[in-house]
């Protein structure tokens, strides 16, 4: 993120590509920093993952949609920032 901050011109994308499935947590220590959790599922579902971006093209990553877009909108965010930079 202080690349992306410094540079101006990185898109940073955080993502996954599936989720698991109902993580539960069931104890920890907060001093420790020790945590203990249990999944519902062994598999993969088809629930939502979230997409976050930070940086020039990140508005192009808000609300939902399948995950193959993303590559469009990767597309999408290379092909805007180059018309950027070819303008005087």
Not at 30 to 47: E, P, R
């Amino acid at each position: 993120m202080r690349f992306a901050d410094q540079d101006g011109e990185t898109l940073v994308i955080v993502t996954a590509d599936h989720e698991t499935g109902g993580l539960t947590l069931h104890g920890g220590d907060y001093a420790s920093g020790y945590v203990a959790g249990l999944f519902a599922t062994d598999d993969h579902t088809a629930a939502p993952v979230p997409v976050f971006a930070y940086g020039p093209g990140a508005q192009l990553f808000g609300g939902v949609y399948e995950n193959t877009a993303i590559f469009h909108k990767i597309l999408q965010a290379l092909d805007s920032n180059l018309n950027a930079a070819k303008k005087p």
